[in-house]
Every structure is written in structure tokens, then in C-alpha cells.
């Protein structure tokens, strides 16, 4: 899932990118795509996402006190990643260090264990911890938030009847450097060409033919993990097949949908997973068409315990983010302040929502300091919340004090 690539899939969508292949067990609003701004602007050279500031512009975190679930649970896969040492080159973050980032997150875990009420839990906040806003889009704070999930489709081992689109494992020839960036393709000569062959030439000439991890039965299927990053894929037998991101191609991500819209087969207020999941079941034949416009492709390796963030740690639903790990800091502890889809009922409601979350995860498209994803879970039912996320808000992040 690592958003660090995996473009998240439900976000693409919401930003104008590709469907889902499962049907919602509840109605949708009718997505209505926000005000244009360029939530990917990127920041000057050097400057990074986070400015520290004063107590009189602080959100309310004792909105954060009865919604915990899985909050400790995420704080602890953060410890555990702050805990290898490999973790320490990403920090000073600005003036926050390393074990200010660990002590941070051990401090709050106390302080979630003795807050009795709302209000005791704000004023713990606001007399220990020192609270940092992303500047947004905008230098105003504007971040967009968006939603993405695990899905799970049907898949085999090899590959039989209907099921003949493959995904790949990480190819030998695929150079990528000490933070995971793709670097090239390595000739046979031992030098390293910078362009790897975009997704149309993997696809349509079959390079890595003998490199198949699984087989779908849909091309569009196929397509949607490549793009989110992981996937369960239900066998024969009924166990679940979990794929991780191994890796991808270096190319950047094109959104297919934008395409689409241009030609007219979708409308942009249109844009939802069953809109696109009906069109390529309408018009299988599109489905190359567009997808190939698309030039990143995302290679897999078996991954059970999954779905893992760019950390190599375990996502949580409703406490993992994903956000551009060049400007934001890795593992530590977020409070977001926007609007999320709700069940309500039959149907899927759009409602305010402020929780804390642990930045674990990026994506090809979370890009720059207006950009913030927030994991749902795994199926369908998190794939029909996931599918409606879209909404402006604000994004922080707490470290605790310093003697």
C-alpha cells in the first residue's frame, strides 16, 4: 500500500482517476468535485511542510477523546518503527529530533490513558505538547483529504480459466536506490537506462512474462491494484492471497480519468467508483484505451499481515495517513480536522470529523503540503466510504515539549 506510490485508488478517484470493482452495500451521495486549487503545489526548494503554532490557533483536540479505536494499537507500530535505527536519518525534522519524535508518542500514549473527559485531554495537549499545521496548498493551512482502502477480489496462483491478467513481482533488472526511488533499468552492459518501460510496453509486450505473482479476471482489476498499491486476492479455496508494493516503474503517475472526462464518456460530477467500475463492465474494450495513459505500473511481493504502510508497518483503518514523506515526518503523530463520508442509515452522509492519526504512509499522488490520505480499511464496505472522500480541511501534528 505504500502510499508511497500506491497512488492511493480511492483518492485517484476522487481526484479523477479510477474506479472500484465492488459493489457498496449502501447508496452514494452524488460526488460533487471540490473548488480547483493545486493541492500538489509544490513547496520551495528546502522548506519543509510543517510551521509551529500559537495556542490561540489550535483546534480543539478534545474532539480527538471519544473516538480511539485502534489508536493506541497505531501509536505502537510508529514505536516500533521509530525503534530500528534506520529510522534516525530521516530526522532532525526542523527542530524536531528523533527521540523528541519517540518521547512524543510515548508521552501521549500516558496521557490518553489518564484524560477522563474531552476537556482534560485539550488541556494536556495545550500544556505539554507544542502543535505544529501543515501551511497546505495555500500557506493558509489547506489541505485536501482524501480516502483509500484495501480491496479484495478474486485472484489465482496461476493462471486458469478467466483469470488471465497478471500482476508481476519486482523485476531483476529494476534499479532502485537506498530509499526505495526507482533509478532505471540495468542493461546488460551494467549501465542503467532511466526510462523503465512505462506500463503500455510491460503490458502490451509482455516483457516480464515468467515474473507473475497472481492472475485476475479482469484487465480493469488488474489495473486497480496497480495503482493502489496491495490487495487480498480470494482463491479457489477461499483463503485470501495478500499483496504488498514491492516497487514500481519510476515513471509518474497520469490520471486516466481526466481523459475520460475529455472525452466525454463520464462527467467530472459524475466521478464515483460504481460510475467507472459500470463503464469498463459496459465497455471492456476501453479498458487498454485508457488505462495505458497511465504510464506507472506497480510490481508485488507476497505480504501477509498486511496491508503495510511505507514503513514497513501495519496501516490502521481511521489512524493511518498517507502524506508526502519528503516534507512531512515520518511515524509521528497528526490531528486532522475535515470532513469524512458516515453510514447513516442506507446511505453514505457527509459529516465533520477531527481524530488523531500517525503519518505511516505515502503515495505517488500524495504529494507536497496540500495533500493528506487517510486509510479506511479493507473490502467493500471501506471501499464505499473511501469512494466518497473529498473534502478541504486542516492538518496538524503534536510533539511534546522540550525542557
Known sequence: MFRHLAVTFAAMVLLGLIGSCAKPAVEMEPFRPPAAKDYARPLPPGKLALRK???EAYPDFGRGFDNRAGLDEAIRHSLAYLAKPSSQKYFPYGDITHARAVASLERFLQVLATANSPKELDTAIRQEFDVYQSVGCDDHGTVYFTGYYCPIFEGRRQRTGSFRYPLYT???D???????RTLGRRNPD???????PTRREIEEGRLLDGLEIAWLKSPFEAYVVTVQGSAKLRLEDGSLFELGYAGNNGRDYVPVSNAMIADGVIGRNELSLQTLLRYFAAHPDQTYHYCWKNPRYVFFREAPGGPFGSLNTPVTPYRTIATDKEVFPRACLAFISTTLPIVHGTQVVQAPYSSFMLDQDTGGAIRAAGRCDVYMGVGPAAEAVAGRTGAEGALYYVFVKEN
Open 190 to 196: 551494467g549501465s542503467i537506462d532511466p526510462l523503465y
Open 53 to 55: 503554532i500559537g495556542p
Open 174 to 180: 529494476l534499479v532502485k536506490d537506498e530509499e526505495g
Open 170 to 172: 519486482l523485476p531483476p
